[in-house]
């Protein structure tokens, strides 16, 4: 009997077993190619400028995107006026329309051959097409409605009696807006901010049009990996997807856990 229970015990872990072996079987290109090819020749031609870069276009679109937003997002939620309710859908646009149809109006309103685009060549020598300077602008415009939005919404929900109170004590306006309306509405403003950077490090289809994807120059991790993906190079992309995948989950994960303390 004893051997019968030991041959049954072990007849259950060896199909167990079998099973575990079949799911490592089955998984097996996937931890391979993470495992394996990234670290050795992938690893060594991974280039840290598509990633530096991305962060310095993300954060000086999350910059602009913040002053132009919290300004126009106190105007329409505090001083609307006779089509304002116009020229916050049209801010909004970036929302809905194709990224494609973002870089297309980029190009007309600052291409080389647009008036200002022939003023900054002419006076300054100076053009956004084909720089990164134009990721960041394109980046900026896509980012700005989640940013525009949150700011409104804050600023609309704002206890005015508590700005009321502060202009008793003598406070200017500017005073008040900086120590009461601008802390209270901050929360909403920062969750607004932290999706903005989001969506400016995974921008793709503006930016090409504008920047184009210039190795060294104007090349981004997203461009990096459609690059890549165009080459044949699947490793290199694999590399490139779970670097920008981590490193979005980070920044989810981070603004989450701040907001939650807040």
Request: contains cysteine; charged residues 10%.
């Amino acid at each position: 009997m004893w051997l019968i229970h030991r041959s049954g015990v072990l007849g259950s872990l060896l199909k167990r077993q079998r099973g575990r072996i079949a799911v490592a079987n089955l998984y097996n290109p996937v931890f391979r190619c993470i495992l394996v090819d990234m670290t050795l020749p992938t690893l060594a031609a991974f280039e840290w400028f598509p990633l530096i870069l991305s962060l310095k276009v993300a954060a000086l679109a999350t910059v602009v995107a913040l002053v132009i937003g919290v300004a126009l997002g106190w105007l329409f939620a505090r001083r609307p006026f006779p089509g304002s309710g116009v020229l916050e859908a049209i801010c909004m646009l970036p929302l809905v329309l194709p990224p494609t149809v973002i870089g297309y109006a980029i190009l007309v309103a600052a291409g080389r051959r647009s008036p200002l685009g022939a003023w900054l060549r002419e006076h300054l020598d100076y053009t956004i097409i084909f720089s990164w300077h134009g990721a960041v602008v394109a980046s900026a415009v896509v980012a700005l409605p989640l940013v525009l939005k949150s700011a409104s919404s804050a600023f609309a929900h704002i206890d005015r009696t508590l700005e009321a109170a502060a202009s008793t004590l003598r406070q200017s306006p500017w005073s008040v807006f900086v120590r009461v309306t601008l802390p209270l509405a901050w929360p909403g403003i920062l969750a607004g901010t932290l999706l903005a950077f989001a969506r400016a490090m995974g921008e793709f289809g503006a930016s090409l049009m504008v920047a184009g994807s210039i190795p060294g120059r104007t090349q981004t991790l997203s461009m990096a990996i459609y690059d890549a993906v165009q080459a044949g190079q699947d490793d290199l992309a694999l590399l490139l997807v779970t670097v920008t995948s981590l490193l979005s989950v980070a920044i989810l994960v981070a603004s989450n856990r701040y907001l939650s303390v807040r």
